[in-house]
């Protein structure tokens, strides 16, 4: 097969960065590990954590984390009905029934940091 | 529309050729022919040397499975009025080693196709005069996947198989999932012993492909998902429950 097979039809090239958006969550969550670190070791480790992503490298390479992070989600629960067959009365449930609620947690999680983070 | 179009051809003889070679034929371009009837016509009226496999001409039997443009197809349910002003290039199905002309060696996939088991096993067998009753709703849950031809476009449409041959591939593990939800079966364990792997459902990375070429909507990518979901489960019970899943 040629290296560059991703390339040759869109469906693989969107599998290629739904794979490859592992990478950016990877750093989302290193970068979170290492903000409750700066959290928990006083306001000047904190300030110093903030000082850092003020880097226009840093906001730079996090805007991309975010858009690769958004398409991971997103790709992902779009996958969830094809995995879980749910009937119900002999009638299997339509795909949003299935992906619905995973947007629904998602959103009320989302909401319940923004709260935490955002209440001063 | 044109009256005629170019059909390019992958020819090999590999007795006489070094390697796989496109050639061109010119034929009429009705509008009720498909790719099937073209290539039919070269055989006729052209080139009798032309190789390839056919039989129902009804997408039934799943014998003229091809590449067109690239796409893995079924050569009998693809018009030629979909591709004017053409060229049409008609290659053999991808990932497969190349027999003649377009026709491939599908004996890997035989020999993965028995390793997933796709009978009924029963524990203990009932009396022959007995019958296995089914409900048309247990029919439901397994009904899709039974659809499949065996024509493997979906072999040919996966980069996973592709890349590593070992993999089972999707359309033998969508009928492993098929036998493992009819009623009447009593070999889910037995198929999860030799699926359950790396060259077997944990090797799909649901790139998704091979339920976007299927011909009859079967949905292999849905099958091997879950399967992984039932694997998982069985993981799961087996290291929670006391006795194991078993």
Redesign the interface.
């Known amino acids: ?1 040629s290296t560059y ?2 390339l ?2 869109w ?2 090239l969107t ?1 290629i960065l739904r ?1 490859a958006s592992s990478v950016f969550v990877g750093w989302t969550v290193l970068l979170t590990l290492v903000q409750i670190w700066a959290l928990t070791h006083g306001p000047s480790a904190n300030a110093a954590f903030h000082e850092w992503m003020r880097y226009p490298l840093m906001l730079g390479v996090n805007v991309i984390a975010f858009l690769f992070v958004l398409f991971h989600a997103v790709t992902w629960f779009g ?1 969830t009905p ?4 749910i ?1 119900v009365k ?1 009638q299997r449930v339509p795909d949003w029934a299935i992906s619905g609620p995973n947007y629904a947690a998602w959103v009320l999680v989302s909401l319940g940091v923004a709260w935490v983070v955002l209440r001063g | 529309m044109a009256s005629r179009i170019t059909i390019e051809v992958t020819r090999y003889n590999p007795a006489r050729d070094p390697e796989p070679r496109m050639t061109s034929y010119e034929v009429p371009l009705h509008r009720e022919w498909v790719v099937l009837d073209a290539l039919n016509c070269i055989k006729d009226h052209l080139d009798g040397s032309l190789t390839f496999r056919w039989s129902c001409r009804m997408g039934v039997c799943g014998s003229c499975g091809m590449m067109i443009n690239g796409v893995p197809k079924l050569a009998c349910a693809t018009f030629l009025s979909d591709y004017a002003p053409g060229p049409v290039r008609v290659e053999p199905m991808r990932h497969f080693p190349i027999l003649r002309d377009l026709v491939v060696d599908t004996s890997d996939f035989l020999m993965k196709l028995a390793r997933s088991k796709p009978w009924i096993i029963r524990t203990v067998e009932k009396p022959a005069d007995e019958e296995h009753i089914q409900t048309p709703a247990q029919l439901e849950e397994y009904r899709q996947f039974s659809m499949c031809i065996n024509c493997l476009l979906c072999y040919a449409a996966c980069p996973i198989y592709g890349l590593d041959p070992q993999f089972t591939g999707p359309a033998a593990i969508a009928l492993a999932q098929r036998y493992n939800m009819d009623s009447r079966d009593e070999g889910a364990s037995e198929r999860l012993d030799s699926l359950s792997n790396r060259e077997g459902i944990w090797g799909c990375m649901f790139v998704g492909e091979c339920t976007q070429v299927c011909p009859k909507h079967v949905d292999p990518a849905g099958a091997i998902q879950q399967y992984k979901l039932t694997a998982a489960t069985e993981w799961l019970k087996a290291m929670v429950l006391p006795r194991g899943a078993k």
């Not at chain 1, 094809?82 to 067959?85: E, F, L, P, Q, T």
């Open positions: 097969m097979w991703w040759a039809r469906s693989y599998f794979e996958l094809k995995a879980m067959v009937r002999g």
